[in-house]
């Protein structure tokens, strides 16, 4: 799916990955950064912060796991880095105040229906499956809407 998805994002484009630990936020930026033609071994820029990658468009791939708190952000001159390529920020959601309001939020959720809060009749949770919510934030995300659905939905499964 993300590789897929990577076909539809334009330079300047901002995505926050959201998840718990081990819930696919590295894996997806991989798919991502392969799907724009990024032929180095994308890893988990934790300790570094930022990693940058070039393909179809430059991937500035961020982790701000580490962040202790919404100064430090000022370091990762995140204004200058959306000028070029698109922007990944794994554990963004801890420095959403910051960001600007034209983002897509990608939440990553272990398991099923029950990592929604829904009752899952079936039993536990199976953690080798992941529900993916999209949040559209901001104009330039809503207006494609359409075109993000269409290469999203042969992933969709009805729950």
């Known amino acids: 799916m993300a590789r897929a998805f990577a ?27 392969a799907g724009l033609g990024v032929k180095e071994r994308i890893t988990s820029p934790t300790f570094t912060l930022h990693n940058q990658y070039r393909g179809r468009l430059i991937l500035n791939h961020l982790d701000v796991y580490r962040l202790d708190d919404l100064e430090e952000t000022l370091d990762l001159d995140l204004p200058e880095m959306l000028e070029t390529g698109v922007t990944i920020i794994e554990w963004g959601e801890q420095i959403d105040p910051t960001l600007p309001s034209d983002h897509l939020t990608i939440r990553i959720l272990h398991g099923s229906s029950t990592a929604l809060g829904e009752d899952d009749p079936q039993g536990p949770v199976d953690d080798d499956l992941r529900s993916i919510v999209f949040e559209f934030n901001g104009p330039i995300w809503l207006a494609r809407l359409g075109q993000l659905e269409a290469v999203i939905q042969p992933w969709e499964v009805p729950c």
């Open 7 to 33: 076909g539809c994002v334009r330079d300047g484009d901002l995505i926050v990955l959201s998840g718990d630990l081990g819930a696919g936020k590295t894996c997806f930026s991989q798919g991502f950064g």
